[in-house]
């Protein structure tokens, strides 16, 4: 099993494509190939139908999706791996082989055991061919190298049956982010497909936990949501708990164990800084965001006595917010930020109470 997956079931936050889908660029139509045609998947299905009628939810697994490797107009090295842009078309089309199987509502037939397309059947598909190895979707698509070192990503669905195109996109990414692209091309099909939201383009931030029982390391982590580009983001020095993504998944908001008390500290994914939110020295827990990310809920212990607190997310002096004898603690926003939710004792008894914002 991979590092990164050895505590993936300890306080995990996913980030949603929709968020991720700006670090991807526009879709692009510089050649005219690839135009966003994407419209709401449930919409689409409604006015333009599909081939085959979904009964129940096992008969997914029945739909036959054939992933040729995706092609390349002229084969050039790149950044992205050691084989240039057709070997890369490959990797492509193995990643969205492996989300599509993996989520268990398909059957799809990677690039391993089919026959790779050349180039302009990218757009002109020999659906006898892929109706002849009983495929009822086709997915194809190329990878090209431009010369300033990004690659441009082109997916295509097509419905065999009735030799149709259901929906196309286009991404340019940087060759770290090939992966990325594939993932999108994933949540391209699987959302024309279902009419579902998707999710194969999303990073989970969580806890990964090693060493000895009676030594645990505990980092903050990152990981692509099938497990790849794992990269730890904390030393490990100090444990840490409770990611939380910001609200424009920019961030990531988590408790450290610095000086053997819990503290709140935001990481920027971007550029990999730290900061700490509050510089009391008492204990902190359960922090959250506000819905736009300017506000940290957070409770603390004093004297004994733990209320909610309330202070900026770049850091400054906090506000009190409770002040009671019981014990205030799980503080959260509404989604529109104008009440805040929290549990407490005060009564005799743990009991939910809202407050305004």
């Not at 149709?164 to 990325?180: H, N």
């Not at 949540?187 to 030594?215: H, M, N, Q, V, W």
């Not at 961030?251 to 509050?278: A, C, E, H, M």
Request: proline share 6%; glycine share 8%; net charge negative.
């Amino acid at each position: 099993m991979k590092p990164a997956l050895l505590a993936a079931l300890l306080l995990t936050a996913a980030m949603p494509a929709t968020a991720i889908a700006q670090d991807l660029g526009a879709p692009i139509s510089e050649d005219g190939r690839v135009e966003t045609t994407a419209t709401d998947a449930s919409a689409a299905q409604a006015e333009e139908g599909i081939s085959f009628t979904v009964t129940d939810e096992n008969a997914w697994s029945d739909i036959g999706i054939a992933i040729p490797a995706f092609a390349t107009d002229r084969e050039r090295p790149t950044p992205a791996n050691e084989g240039g842009t057709g070997a890369l078309g490959r990797e492509v089309a193995r990643v969205i082989t492996a989300n599509l199987r993996n989520n268990g509502l398909f059957k799809p037939v990677g690039p391993d055991s089919l026959p790779q397309p050349v180039f302009n059947q990218i757009t002109a598909p020999a659906f006898s061919t892929w109706s002849g190895r009983s495929a009822e979707m086709l997915v194809h698509g190329y990878v090209r190298a431009r010369d300033d070192g990004k690659l441009v990503v082109g997916c295509y669905l097509y419905d065999v049956a009735l030799q149709d195109e259901l929906v196309r996109e286009g991404w340019v990414v940087g060759p770290a982010d090939w992966r990325r692209a594939a993932h999108k091309c994933s949540d391209l099909i699987f959302s024309r497909l279902t009419g579902e939201s998707p999710f194969f383009d999303s990073r989970i931030a969580y806890i990964a936990e090693t060493g000895p029982k009676d030594r645990r390391v505990k980092r903050l982590a990152i990981m692509d949501s099938d497990g790849a580009n794992h990269r730890f983001l904390t030393l490990g020095s100090a444990t840490a708990l409770t990611p939380r993504y910001s609200p424009d998944y920019s961030k990531i908001l988590y408790l450290s164990y610095v000086d053997g008390n819990p503290r709140i500290y935001v990481y920027d994914i971007g550029t990999g800084k730290q900061t700490l939110v509050s510089e009391n020295r008492n204990p902190t827990i359960a922090p959250r965001w506000s819905p736009d990310g300017r506000f940290i809920l957070y409770s603390m212990a004093v004297a004994g006595n733990t209320d909610i607190y309330r202070v900026p997310a770049t850091g400054g002096a906090s506000v009190k917010l409770t002040d009671n004898p019981g014990i205030d603690v799980g503080g959260s926003y509404s989604p529109d930020g104008s009440k805040i939710v929290f549990e407490s004792d005060r009564s005799g008894s743990q009991q939910c109470y809202v407050m305004n914002a």
